[in-house]
């Protein structure tokens, strides 16, 4: 009962008519989407793991938030490393002052939070912040269609002067 309740009182039908045409920056995102994570080592390589995103209006319509889940729900035990494990969220609000959305990282398996700004550039969205290290991070989605985007995530240790791509994010609308 109490869950129930706790959804029912968190999830919205869609964003709030007062974000206008500002919730459009990631309306296209609400919804389900299967993802393929491509995590870059230090050496280069590429590990890849399947797993699922979810997006949704929450708080009356004034944030939206989503779940990374990696590896998918069905493919998870409580053995897994820590490495390439993610059950992680982020909440997505408009800040009318700064003219911008703000965003609110949490990963509770590696205690880490991030607050980042994000911003339409050109056909991307671009979210920035800094880790907990102090390094400046940045997640870039682009290619967004209906059916499909996706995310990139750099890191840069000399405060945005070179950046190395430490994730990408490849994802399709779940069926």
Known sequence: MAISNMFEALVAR???LSLGKRAATFDRLAGSWDVEVFDIENDGAKRV???????????????????????????????????GNRYVTALRMFDRVLDA???????PLKGAYIAMVARIDGDKIVEEGRDLDGNLCRKVLSDLTDDSFRAREDVSQDDGATWQEATEILARRAV
């Open 101 to 107: 959305w703000r965003i609110f990282f949490i990963d």
């Open 14 to 16: 869609g964003p709030a």
């Open 49 to 83: 793991t399947e797993g699922e995103w979810h997006f949704a209006w929450v708080l009356e319509g004034r944030a939206l938030q989503d779940v990374l889940i990696v590896p998918r729900s069905a493919d998870r035990h409580l053995e897994m490393s820590i490495k």
